[in-house]
């Protein structure tokens, strides 16, 4: 594609006004909302509100007076508008990890004569640890049946608890097909559990017409909810008064001020939450949440596949001439909103890029990661990602000792 | 006391200065800092940095470049030392019930053998429900032991796992003798598990020298950390390496950007730390810490006491007149930084209370609160709150209509 026809695609582009409710650092092109989505502009005067005038003025009161007690609730429901579930079947709470243990435990407690747990092996780690760190808190009694992601369907059968998958792949971007892999797990009666930290806000989640029982996902990624935001869990209507909050904090109890010493869990979704809500992060994931209000999840697709499509076939060349091997998938049904190549050098070739004002990132052992995101990218964006990388490449700067260097990302 | 006696009080308070690092509104006399500490006026200028800076211009580079990963124990180390700890005994991480949860199933992991969690059945409800999911989840094996305060040493034999207890009541405001009950613990070679959450900035404590072996507490309360702030969690030294962390999140692995598909748990008290960090809680909480860096805990205790003694003092005439009748112990060493009083009317006379701009607060069935944090509070305030609650009950204020409609409150 030339650049005047780039140009053309962002002059009629319907979600090209959407950028200007983002703060983007002048010159950079950020391909890494997949990690950490970028600021939206209205968070900062949220945050100065809740922090000057509900927590510095109006203090103790605002629980009731600024609706802290009902922000998981109330974002939870904006967060169901774009997975595909009912307002009353999401809550924000807690991180993924630990909402990850609190739904495995109820999915697993749903069939308690069942002793596996299906996972695919090259799933985000935090989900196969939380898988461990149960089973060894149940005794060791269950099979963690974690296998490469071709064999995850055979591996289903009439012996398996919970088939715990993240939607798309955090490394190459795969995308399971959620419907099929939850009507397998439904032949064997066993409960569908469903990870979608690259997938809520990336693309339409259609949860309920999967007819998925369990899901979690995370708030700062393609939310855009900020750093350590919360994050949020999903429990199919059906299945709410049987999921046990065996994490039964007085948040979940359903007379919380009663103060009365037996638990007694809340009929609805917020029998899974378990502490006092986080109201500063609660309060910028809310806000950051507002920029989706107007803008349509099949839109968002469109355009999303539209910037994935143009950057692998602007990286073409580069994989002929420098040895970039794509590993998501071409067909848009099975990849998610982010790109990944192989390069043995690919630690170094990230660095060198970032330096040069692309931000995309590398997962070990060898994936370079572009995560793009439909809200505040455009195409001009991807064209120059292309040409930065190509100059980092042809100059052989990603050679630099300093780029060498590994250290902690996330 | 008299008015000129106590205008010297404050005169000569070494802690006076302080009160100027606190945002408190114009007239209003806050006696609920153990529900929700005030704003430190640090904290929204840190808060505008991590969003404006740390997220909005450096983004996911600031794991590294800001030290967001190093939050938890940077964290953890300051409240260590209000708390009788080394610095790497303690980190903030999620909130106290799911703080209490991991240390709870540690602890009981330790004593497998033993059957029997020994409580106080007027402990914080959420400290009672997650001893009620822990056993569920671990298929009603536990006798819940749970007793009133006067019971609970008999309540320690040979069969007992962990001892969890409250240092202060939240609603009297009783504080147990630590050492003792946590030697009485030891004796039967069981496991103590405290909740510091209101002690932890209201006074030192002192986990270390009474032997201690789990605690959890709170960020919000005396460390205005802000609402919801993350919560901590200390695990004694000696206990680090047994402490199996059941919810093992990524955060919690020895290696956690490795990702590899086995948990394998840190060495040190990162392990009970699970997902990603609340970055914008954690920096708040950060930041009000740092109120205490030039405060001498013993200090503070001593201004607490008379304070509290004050208080008391006061409201002996209205306790005579109106029916006050205090609850918690007079002896300094059995009381924690509150002041609580029964009175069948309570809930109306604190809403009328707090409509005449002294905010502390009410528990059922028929307690009414008061907190001191002496970091913000003089004598003078103590004087006048008493005088506008005079005010209340003799204008029979508390009788209007307005006052008597029950509403949630935190």
């Given at each position: 594609?030339?650049?005047?026809?780039i140009q053309?695609?962002?002059?009629?582009?319907?979600?090209?006004?959407?950028?200007?409710?983002?703060s983007?650092?002048?010159?950079?092109?950020?391909?890494?909302?997949?990690?950490?989505?970028?600021?939206?502009?209205?968070?900062?005067?949220?945050?100065?509100?809740?922090?000057?005038?509900?927590?510095?003025?109006?203090?103790?009161?605002?629980?009731n007076?600024h609706?802290?007690?009902?922000?998981?609730?109330?974002?939870?429901?904006?967060?169901?508008?774009?997975?595909?579930?009912?307002?009353?079947?999401?809550?924000?709470?807690?991180?993924t990890?630990?909402?990850?243990?609190?739904?495995?435990?109820?999915?697993?407690?749903?069939?308690?004569?069942?002793?596996?747990?299906?996972?695919?092996?090259?799933?985000?780690?935090?989900?196969?640890?939380?898988?461990?760190?149960v089973?060894?808190?149940?005794?060791?009694?269950?099979?963690?049946?974690?296998?490469?992601?071709?064999?995850?369907?055979?591996?289903?059968?009439?012996?398996?608890?919970?088939?715990?998958?993240?939607?798309?792949?955090?490394?190459?971007?795969?995308?399971?097909?959620?419907?099929r892999?939850?009507?397998?797990?439904?032949?064997?009666?066993?409960?569908?559990?469903?990870?979608?930290?690259?997938?809520?806000?990336?693309?339409?989640?259609?949860?309920n017409?999967?007819?998925?029982?369990f899901?979690?996902?995370?708030?700062?990624?393609?939310?855009?909810?900020?750093?350590?935001?919360?994050?949020?869990?999903?429990?199919?209507?059906?299945?709410?008064?049987?999921?046990?909050?065996?994490?039964?904090?007085?948040?979940?109890?359903?007379?919380?001020?009663?103060?009365?010493?037996?638990?007694?869990?809340?009929?609805?979704?917020?029998?899974?939450?378990?502490?006092?809500?986080?109201?500063?992060?609660?309060?910028?994931?809310?806000?950051?949440?507002?920029?989706?209000?107007?803008?349509?999840?099949?839109?968002?697709?469109?355009?999303?596949?539209?910037?994935?499509?143009?950057?692998?076939?602007?990286?073409?060349?580069?994989?002929?001439e420098?040895?970039?091997?794509?590993?998501?998938?071409?067909?848009?049904?099975?990849?998610?909103?982010?790109?990944?190549?192989t390069?043995?050098?690919?630690?170094?070739?990230?660095?060198?890029?970032?330096?040069?004002?692309?931000?995309?990132?590398?997962?070990?052992?060898?994936?370079?990661?572009?995560?793009?995101?439909?809200?505040?990218?455009?195409?001009?964006?991807?064209?120059?990602?292309?040409e930065?990388?190509?100059?980092?490449?042809?100059?052989?700067?990603?050679?630099?000792?300093?780029?060498?260097?590994?250290?902690k990302?996330?």
């Amino acid at each position: 594609m030339t650049q005047p026809q780039i140009q053309t695609l962002d002059a009629f582009d319907p979600l090209a006004r959407k950028r200007d409710q983002f703060s983007i650092p002048e010159g950079l092109i950020y391909l890494d909302g997949n990690s950490l989505g970028v600021l939206p502009k209205g968070v900062l005067g949220r945050l100065e509100h809740v922090v000057g005038q509900e927590w510095g003025t109006d203090l103790i009161r605002s629980w009731n007076k600024h609706g802290w007690m009902d922000l998981p609730v109330k974002v939870g429901a904006k967060i169901a508008h774009l997975i595909g579930a009912e307002a009353d079947e999401v809550v924000a709470a807690d991180s993924t990890s630990v909402n990850l243990f609190k739904v495995l435990l109820a999915a697993l407690k749903l069939r308690p004569e069942r002793k596996v747990i299906v996972s695919d092996i090259d799933n985000f780690p935090t989900d196969l640890y939380i898988a461990q760190g149960v089973n060894e808190l149940l005794g060791g009694a269950y099979e963690l049946r974690f296998v490469k992601k071709d064999t995850v369907e055979a591996a289903i059968d009439d012996s398996v608890a919970v088939v715990m998958l993240t939607e798309v792949d955090y490394r190459t971007g795969y995308r399971y097909d959620m419907r099929r892999v939850t009507e397998i797990t439904h032949q064997y009666d066993a409960i569908s559990l469903w990870d979608l930290a690259h997938s809520a806000g990336a693309f339409p989640v259609r949860l309920n017409h999967c007819g998925a029982d369990f899901a979690v996902g995370c708030g700062y990624k393609y939310l855009n909810g900020g750093p350590g935001a919360p994050a949020f869990l999903f429990v199919a209507k059906r299945h709410q008064q049987a999921a046990i909050p065996f994490l039964s904090g007085w948040m979940g109890h359903k007379a919380p001020f009663a103060f009365t010493p037996e638990y007694a869990p809340a009929e609805d979704i917020r029998r899974l939450t378990v502490g006092t809500p986080s109201v500063l992060g609660m309060s910028a994931l809310d806000t950051a949440l507002d920029v989706f209000a107007d803008v349509g999840m099949a839109q968002l697709r469109q355009k999303s596949l539209k910037l994935t499509d143009l950057f692998m076939e602007l990286m073409e060349p580069l994989c002929a001439e420098y040895g970039f091997e794509l590993v998501t998938p071409r067909e848009p049904e099975r990849r998610g909103s982010q790109v990944s190549y192989t390069h043995p050098e690919g630690y170094a070739i990230m660095q060198a890029l970032i330096d040069s004002a692309v931000i995309g990132d590398f997962r070990a052992p060898d994936i370079v990661r572009f995560g793009f995101t439909p809200l505040y990218l455009g195409f001009a964006d991807v064209y120059e990602a292309v040409e930065r990388l190509k100059t980092v490449m042809g100059t052989g700067k990603w050679k630099e000792p300093c780029f060498q260097v590994r250290e902690k990302v996330t």
